[in-house]
């Protein structure tokens, strides 16, 4: 394939095989590649346009499935692995593919080395101590509730606003997972929008990837609020422990700079994804009517919805890895300490693995295995209270409340993002 200046858009080594995506150490002594901005050997995603990616990636993902799936893309300055099978791979293969990654956005945007950015032990370690917690006994009988209180209280918020006002982001799927991560999470005297101002400001950061030095800004301002409330929390839940993550933590002997890091942690990811999955199923639901029709006359395919929407429009769209030693993946040579970009957003479109109509929203597709949680050790620990607060609470009881329930079509909507991807604004009516 070239391009229209005649040039290839991948300069590959001709040598490369491409068997079955595996991960293979090398061996006999050979010398490993240095890393390099031109990663020699390798091919060369040059036309990736990460302002195109913001805007929609799903087009540039097909053709780095069809194409190269492990490209180097100079832009990002590291490897992006773009089916489902090589993501794979990487995730189940810590020993090779690091979440200890030098120079990690994310380590950089909430100030320290939280447990996604750790190997096992360590990382287990830093897990261990919420995992009870968040287990499906634990979010149904205690949690369940508080969940339940929470969305009720911003729909009716949205009630009050009116079909003709209403932005499901900004007054319900936001506020919603912000006073659940409050609840949840165990903070005290903070408000709902200082959370959300967290939680935006380092998932800019974890998504900075072109350095933009007023995101680091706004990160170093909302770690220094939110070390200060951890620094009075802390001491104060080792002397009234509760059923809290926060309490758990710090109950647990780890120390305090662990705690706040993976606090952090959980304040953005904890806000990010249930957040874009209450506005992400309404989108799909409102744009597949015949599906949406199925589902409310029939609740029990809110679990089928919930499953469906994360993988389509999967809000954490990529993470960073980092190879310990030259291997080979994919059929590509990758060098000692080459980054990696673990695309699990195009992963979830992969039709190698979904069949042909991966591409497009079934809530009766045949039950295949996903990577919008992640995988192996790193699978993401609250993914139960995601699905719980989310899938069968939050956007079943707006559909009870508002039968009606659409995108308003009257009003722009908008989406951003391909690091971490959601809309940020779906103005709805129910009339």
């Known amino acids: 394939m070239t391009t229209k200046t005649g040039q290839c858009p991948f300069r590959a080594n001709p040598e490369i095989t491409r068997p079955t995506p595996a991960s293979v150490e090398l061996k006999g002594g050979e010398v490993p590649t240095p890393v390099s901005t031109d990663a020699a050997g390798a091919p060369v995603a040059d036309w990736v346009d990460v302002t195109a990616l913001a805007t929609n990636p799903y087009p540039s993902y097909a053709r780095l499935r069809a194409e190269s799936p492990v490209a180097w893309v100079p832009q990002l300055n590291k490897f992006l692995v773009t089916t489902y099978a090589g993501c794979h791979t990487v995730e189940q293969d810590q020993e090779i593919f690091s979440a200890n990654v030098s120079g990690a956005t994310m380590t950089r945007a909430i100030g320290a080395r939280p447990m996604l950015r750790k190997d096992d032990p360590e990382h287990s370690l830093d897990r261990a101590p919420v995992n009870p917690v968040l287990r499906p006994k634990s979010i149904k009988e205690i949690w369940g509730p508080v969940f339940e209180r929470n969305a009720e209280t911003y729909l009716q918020k949205v009630a009050e606003i009116g079909p003709e006002e209403a932005d499901l982001n900004r007054d319900y799927a936001a506020p919603v997972a912000s006073q659940n991560l409050i609840d949840l999470l165990g903070l005290k005297d903070v408000s709902v929008e200082q959370v959300r101002r967290w939680s935006h400001?380092?998932?800019?950061?974890?998504?900075?990837?072109?350095?933009?030095?007023?995101?680091?800004?706004?990160?170093?301002?909302?770690?220094?609020?939110?070390?200060?409330?951890?620094?009075?929390?802390?001491?104060?839940?080792?002397?009234?422990?509760?059923?809290?993550?926060?309490?758990?933590?710090?109950?647990?002997?780890?120390?305090?700079?662990?705690?706040?890091?993976?606090?952090?942690?959980?304040?953005?990811?904890?806000?990010?994804?249930?957040?874009?999955?209450?506005?992400?199923?309404?989108?799909?639901?409102?744009?597949?009517?015949?599906?949406?029709?199925?589902?409310?006359?029939?609740?029990?395919?809110?679990?089928?919805?919930?499953?469906?929407?994360?993988?389509?429009?999967?809000?954490?769209?990529?993470?960073?890895?980092?190879?310990?030693?030259?291997?080979?993946?994919?059929?590509?040579?990758?060098?000692?300490?080459?980054?990696?970009?673990?695309?699990?957003?195009?992963?979830?479109?992969?039709?190698?693995?979904?069949?042909?109509?991966?591409?497009?929203?079934?809530?009766?597709?045949?039950?295949?295995?996903?990577?919008?949680?992640?995988?192996?050790?790193?699978?993401?620990?609250?993914?139960?209270?995601?699905?719980?607060?989310?899938?069968?609470?939050?956007?079943?009881?707006?559909?009870?409340?508002f039968p009606g329930l659409r995108v308003d079509e009257r009003r722009n909507e908008s989406w951003d993002g391909w690091v971490f991807r959601g809309l940020t604004s779906l103005p709805v009516t129910w009339n």
């Open 201 to 401: 400001a380092f998932i800019a950061g974890m998504g900075n990837v072109l350095d933009d030095q007023s995101i680091w800004d706004r990160c170093d301002a909302a770690t220094a609020e939110a070390d200060r409330v951890l620094e009075e929390l802390i001491p104060f839940y080792r002397k009234n422990p509760d059923a809290s993550m926060l309490s758990a933590f710090a109950n647990s002997g780890l120390p305090t700079s662990n705690i706040a890091a993976n606090v952090k942690l959980t304040i953005s990811g904890g806000m990010n994804e249930p957040q874009h999955m209450v506005t992400n199923i309404v989108w799909a639901l409102s744009n597949h009517h015949e599906q949406r029709e199925q589902v409310l006359a029939d609740p029990s395919l809110w679990a089928s919805v919930f499953d469906e929407a994360v993988r389509w429009q999967s809000p954490i769209g990529m993470y960073p890895r980092e190879t310990t030693r030259e291997t080979i993946l994919d059929g590509v040579r990758l060098p000692a300490g080459a980054g990696i970009g673990v695309v699990v957003a195009s992963a979830n479109r992969d039709d190698a693995h979904f069949g042909a109509t991966a591409a497009e929203f079934d809530i009766h597709r045949p039950k295949r295995p996903h990577l919008a949680f992640g995988s192996g050790v790193h699978l993401c620990a609250g993914h139960w209270a995601a699905k719980a607060s989310i899938g069968q609470i939050a956007v079943p009881m707006a559909y009870k409340r």
